[in-house]
């Protein structure tokens, strides 16, 4: 009998998006189960060590600030036979020999910085495993929101205005720098951190009164902040699937319980929409999804994307906001639902996603 395939499934980590990362992980891995997979779970703490054995996602879900039901069909014996456990965290100087042999593809659920951004990427290259996602080149490009932004723009994307600058420029000469946003932008705006996920570090900044506030929120979370003009438009998303041939879904489009689809309205709110498909012109989901496609191509994306829009309500003109390389996979997450609602249900995106990185890892090396 042939034995299953083993994939190692990689979650929490050292970013701000940790506990969302532990969400999305216990979906995967209940998906992967459903599709006839071996899974073996691997935690990181925020400490950045790793977690072999037993039952990592137990562990670090307890100290979850979110609230997480941890089947016990996800820390099964089956899992922990797979993989000895270990009572001490892996460091990263162990995890090669640790991880080797051990498992066949390895499902990266590190939502990011250290995890999404290219970092854990270019480990696997070295280590010489397979794994499903973009490698590093797209990875780091898609975290750096200022890089993918300058590439979009000359690719010719539609963007919205936005500006950048680093923490120490606005502690520097904070008069400076809320003159340019003021001179440059004005109100409403949005101010981020340059490479985080989840609307984590996002503010909208209706006056000049609240930005220092919401810059300070950002600098916490990253040297560079990007500032956005606060556009009157809806928010679309589409899911991209595929390597050199990448497909998407039907578009979807979210209407947020809160003023913009922030952290909470994300996953601690119950009253945010999803609605699927997007109640759109089809002319305008097909740009949507030409545009995605491109975008994704731009940054030399692979396995799986989500590409995020905003529709301006007065022009009617379609505007890229970004690309997340590892979005989010909750019960909730708008990536595995737009697939649901395009017939892929999400065993079998799980499944189409593993052969996308044991094809593409078949592809190193040819001529």
């Not at 506990?19 to 935690?43: K, N």
Request: with cysteine.
């Amino acid at each position: 009998m042939q034995r299953r395939l083993r994939v190692g499934v990689i979650f929490g980590g050292r970013s701000g998006e940790h506990d969302v990362s532990l969400r999305s992980a216990q979906a995967v891995m209940h998906a992967l189960e459903d599709g006839g997979f071996t899974v073996v779970p691997i935690g990181v703490t925020r400490a950045g060590q790793w977690l072999r054995g037993g039952d990592p996602l137990g562990q670090l879900a307890a100290q979850s600030q979110l609230p997480l039901a941890v089947s016990a069909n996800v820390a099964a014996n089956g899992h922990r036979a797979v993989v000895p456990a270990r009572q001490q965290p892996l460091t990263l100087e162990s995890a090669q020999e640790a991880l080797a042999g051990e498992i066949d593809v390895l499902f990266p659920v590190l939502h990011g910085p250290y995890g999404e951004d290219g970092t854990v990427q270019g480990f696997l290259e070295l280590a010489d495993i397979p794994y499903v996602g973009s490698g590093v080149l797209a990875s780091s490009v898609g975290m750096d929101k200022v890089v993918s932004r300058q590439l979009f723009a000359q690719a010719g994307l539609p963007q919205a205005r936005w500006l950048w600058f680093l923490r120490r420029d606005w502690r520097r000469d904070p008069e400076a720098v809320a003159a340019r946003i003021e001179r440059e932008l004005g109100f409403p705006c949005f101010t981020k951190p340059a490479n985080l996920g989840s609307s984590v570090g996002i503010a909208k900044v209706h006056h000049a009164g609240e930005l220092a506030e919401a810059l300070d929120a950002a600098a916490h979370w990253d040297r560079k902040i990007i500032v956005e003009e606060g556009l009157d438009a809806r928010e679309l998303e589409v899911s991209v699937l595929g390597n050199d041939d990448p497909v998407c879904s039907v578009a979807g489009e979210i209407v947020p319980a809160n003023e913009f689809y922030d952290y909470d309205a994300k996953y601690v709110d119950e009253d945010s929409q999803l609605l699927i498909p997007a109640p759109i012109p089809v002319d305008v989901a097909d740009e949507l999804r030409a545009l995605a496609v491109r975008a994704f191509k731009t940054l030399d994306g692979a396995g799986l994307a989500r590409v995020d829009f905003f529709l301006e309500r007065s022009s009617g003109r379609l505007y890229l906001n970004e690309l997340n390389t590892i979005p989010g996979f909750t019960a909730t997450s708008m990536y595995p639902r737009l697939w649901e609602a395009s017939g892929l249900a999400f065993p079998e995106l799980v499944t189409r996603l593993v052969e996308l990185a044991v094809e593409r890892y078949g592809e190193h090396g040819q001529a």
